[in-house]
């Protein structure tokens, strides 16, 4: 039997707008938990939070379109401080116009010794098209002396075109998966499902299990 002397400290940073990056963190927290890792986990927040929904299909399609252009949205200073001794950071979010969300670019610009010489894990929230963005992320980790891991993604499983427009509908306010909406015949559920929620717990345990073994392999990847 192995015993383990120092406990393993996994830091966990994610920035959740519509809440479906909140739920996955918080189930593989608990599958790290489960297993005795301690997890630090930090919400990233905004200086001016955004509404969800906006409310508007015009406050929609410029939230997409100044995403493209990677606008950073300003965040709240974080309790963790630099330095602390992480065996492993998780990085989650949510795709943004096929980019890292704002906060999260913001955190990136930010805070570089977080993630400087340091195992990151990129965790992603998406509706299906998150390749550019783990693209990026993985450059900008890379840059700044980081090794990314990764990502663990996780889309929408709805069919397309309803996904996309499902997720635009609901952003701007107009709740699609309703009974009373037109939508709601194509579209039932906004998000990811219960499925996918328990695969989170289950990797957050598989993980603890690589971080008790060594270093986590490169390869550690979650594609459903
Ligand atoms: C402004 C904006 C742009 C988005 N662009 C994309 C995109 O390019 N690709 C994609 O797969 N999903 C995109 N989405 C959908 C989100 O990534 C998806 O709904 C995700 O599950 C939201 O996670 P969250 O609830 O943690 O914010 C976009 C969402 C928003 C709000």
Known sequence: MSVYLKPIRVLILYYSYS??????????A?????????????????LHPL????????????????TLFRRRHPIEPLEVADGEPWDL??????????NVSGPILSLLDSRPQLFRGRPVLALISCRGYW???????????????????GPL??????????????????????APERSSSPLSHFYRHFGHTPEQFEAAQQLGRQLA?????????PDFKYTP
């Open 19 to 28: 809440g479906q990056s909140s739920v996955l963190v918080r189930r593989l």
């Open 30 to 46: 608990s599958g790290l938990g489960d297993e005795g890792v301690v997890v630090h986990q930090e919400r990233i927040c905004p």
């Open 51 to 66: 509404r969800f929904p906006l409310g508007s299909i015009l406050k929609t399609v410029r939230l997409m379109l100044t």
């Open 89 to 98: 950071v998780i990085l989650g979010g949510p795709t943004w116009s096929w």
């Open 131 to 149: 390749s550019s963005h783990w693209r990026y992320l993985r450059r900008r980790l890379e840059r700044m002396g980081a090794t990314p891991l």
């Open 153 to 174: 993604v996780f889309d929408h499983p709805q069919a397309e075109p309803w996904r996309t427009l499902g997720v635009f509908f609901k952003i701007a306010g107009i």
């Open 209 to 217: 299990a690589h971080l008790k073994a060594g270093p986590i392999p």
